[in-house]
């Protein structure tokens, strides 16, 4: 997950108010509904120590969003009176809406609230061209098409010889129609930026266009079998999305395994554990930081300064990096922290995950590092 978009948030001091609204269930009751839940969260957050203005700030955003056709739910952050920021969820939040008042945003929850929505690009295939959608969690749209020659598109079952003239006909439109529904399909990902593409249709025009993409995207490209004229279902299409997120999260994953053993030398390219993951993010050196938001080290606290760069396990630590003014801060918000202001993203790998794995980060916190050490 690229971060960037954090960053207005940790231009302004805290205390933080982070709200996770869950605006998943639509109802006729539903208006009145969120008018009490914007009321209970700012309660809420008021008997967590909040200042007023930000518990009103907080109330009127969750009221504006009685009338939200959003499917999943909203994240909210505020400091000082004012939203910073409210970006959409992908998935609603578990267990419902929850708010949290602390020195840093609590923004863990968006690896897997808002972190992997893959784009993807449905391509509805058959002989004379192709109709596009695009789709993601926030619902689908059309993404155009392509039509190729029309005519001949359809071979004879005749063995005549006098027939073969026609028959080539036919391949060379299907060959023709397959290159053209590819350029633009192309083109589509290279302008919707999507992740996936998923190819519905015939066994012998999907193979057709996906033989033809470019290099670049073969790795993107899901098939799914269909006849012309069918249309996926929204849970087949969610399927694939899922896969797609537990695919990107398992290389990931695989990633840090491979990089955490010691090379001839006893030096390694990941770490784990929150101290020596403290060290890597004081200097800088955090690439890519994975996280199981669950994990039991994603709580522990840990110290900061004002300075993204000011984090230690205990707070003399920072005293001794002469930081004269300290909070306590979770672990995963303080890392998420220097990740965000150092460029670095983050991914959940609990997509990758079986029930009993053991090849997780120590406490559900690791990174790759940009350099050995």
């Excluded at 969820?89 to 929850?109: C, D, E, I, N, Y």
């Excluded at 005549?160 to 036919?170: G, M, T």
């Excluded at 992740?195 to 073969?218: F, T, W």
Aim: hydrophobic letters at 40%; a negative charge; one cysteine or more.
């Amino acid at each position: 997950m690229d971060l960037a978009f954090l960053h207005p948030l940790y231009e302004h001091p805290g205390p933080w108010a982070s709200v996770y609204v869950d605006l998943s269930r639509h109802a006729e009751d539903t208006v009145h509904e969120r008018e009490l839940m914007a009321g209970a969260v700012a309660r809420d957050l008021a008997s967590q120590g909040a200042d007023e203005a930000t518990c009103r700030a907080v109330r009127e955003a969750v009221e504006d969003l009685r009338h939200s056709t959003d499917q999943h739910g909203r994240a909210l952050f505020a400091c000082a009176g004012q939203v910073v920021l409210d970006p959409p969820l992908a998935r609603a939040p578990r267990g419902g809406t929850s708010a949290h008042w602390a020195p840093l945003p609590h923004v863990s929850p968006l690896l897997e609230l808002a972190g992997e929505d893959p784009v993807c690009v449905v391509a509805y295939i058959d002989r004379k061209g192709a109709d596009f959608e695009l789709r993601s969690a926030l619902g689908s749209t059309d993404a155009g098409g392509v039509s190729g020659r029309q005519w001949p598109v359809h071979r004879t079952s005749s063995v005549d010889w006098s027939e073969r003239h026609f028959q080539l006909r036919v391949e060379n439109t299907w060959e023709h129609n397959a290159a053209e529904i590819a350029d633009a399909l192309a083109v589509c990902q290279e302008e919707t930026r999507a992740d996936l593409l998923i190819l519905v249709g015939d066994d012998r025009e999907r193979r057709s266009v996906h033989e033809r993409l470019p290099q670049r995207l073969q790795d993107r490209v899901v098939e799914a079998s269909r006849g012309s004229g069918s249309r996926l279902l929204d849970d087949e299409v969610e399927r694939l999305r899922d896969d797609h997120v537990r695919a990107r999260a398992r290389e990931d994953l695989d990633r840090f395994l491979a990089a955490r053993t010691p090379d001839g030398e006893g030096r390694s390219a990941a770490v784990e554990g929150v101290p020596a993951l403290i060290e890597a993010a004081r200097e800088h050196r955090i690439d890519e930081l994975l996280i199981i938001p669950d994990g039991p080290d994603t709580h522990r606290e840990v110290w900061i300064g004002e300075d993204p760069d000011q984090l230690a396990v205990r707070r003399t630590e920072l005293k001794t990096l002469g930081e004269q003014d300290s909070w306590s801060a979770r672990a995963d918000d303080a890392l998420l922290r220097s990740a965000v202001m150092t460029g670095a993203p983050a991914i959940s790998v609990s997509p990758a995950l079986p029930p009993e794995a053991d090849d997780a980060p120590v406490g559900g916190l690791g990174a790759l590092l940009r350099w050995k050490e």
